[in-house]
């Protein structure tokens, strides 16, 4: 079976590997010139199905419990499994109250448990939430690796290419999150900055809860640190406001004066594809299933929906309509 994918951001990455390791002869086609550049590049690469549930819907939850071991097993060694931990200051120890409530999976944590998940925090928190469950890996490190893994499986993966000038496909597979004539879809705009700094060390990632001013810091490799946060609804691709700018700083003082004194080794921005609420879509129409509208969720929901989408191509399985799901669910509430 000869299968075509276009776009070769995470989500077209990841349904070409569910594909190609079920038997598929698979291409992939990216009008782009490599890899980045698309939101998938600018991610945070939390794998944190609970967390996500404060402001997400139950789907969200359910799909993403399995990613972390998804991507282990595809790329060993790439996914930090040590949990996530989420923090407010004093003042707003009322955030910390209102996410527990809306989450699950998660245990309280004091003062002294903070200093030893994470020595350079000692001291500034009196209490946070640990999800002991949830994982993170560097988005451009595992798209890199399951490049080469793709490639080493006879995957045809071919860039500055219009999947339109090819043919002789049985199935095609549609990944091109914003670049898709799907009416459906609004931008959600997410802004990316990424520090260099020897002063911190972090394990895991880190949420500092703020009613106006969340934000994340992620570890990455090399004493850098990925910190965002940002949903603007909008599908401008633009440089990083000062705007936004100012407030990921103060927010990254919060947490750590130290970070006052980082280099700002990037600065990014990634319009991320979403439906009307906020759940993806895997849709057969023929011989096309189109797999979109990963939100904010997308190396999270990714494995789930390659999965999803392979199961239409091989074996007929009917799409799950997660807002009609989403929708009964607030009714029987």
Known sequence: MRVLVKGAGVAGLTAAFELARRGAAVTVA??????????????????????????????????????????????????????TLVVAAPRDAGELDRFAGRTSGHRWVDEAEIARLEPDLAGR??????????????PRRAMAALHGKLVAMGVDISFATDARQLSGFEHEIDCRGMAASDERLRGVRGEMMILHTPDIVLSRPVRLLHPRFPLYAVPRANHRFMIGATMIESDSAGPVTVRSMMELLSAACTLHPAFGEAGIAETGVGVRPAFSDNLPRAQARGNTVAINGLYRHGFLLAPAMARLAAELVFNHAQPTELGHETDRQRRSA
């Open 30 to 83: 990216e009008i782009g010139s490599g890899l980045g550049g698309n939101a998938s590049w600018f991610a945070g690469g939390m794998l944190a199905p609970w967390c996500e549930r404060e402001s997400a819907e139950q789907p969200v939850l359910d799909l993403g419990r399995g990613a972390a071991d998804w991507w282990e097993t595809a790329l060993p060694g790439q996914v930090t499994q040590a949990g």
């Open 125 to 138: 928190f009196r209490r946070g939430l640990f999800f002991p469950g949830e994982a993170h890996l560097d």
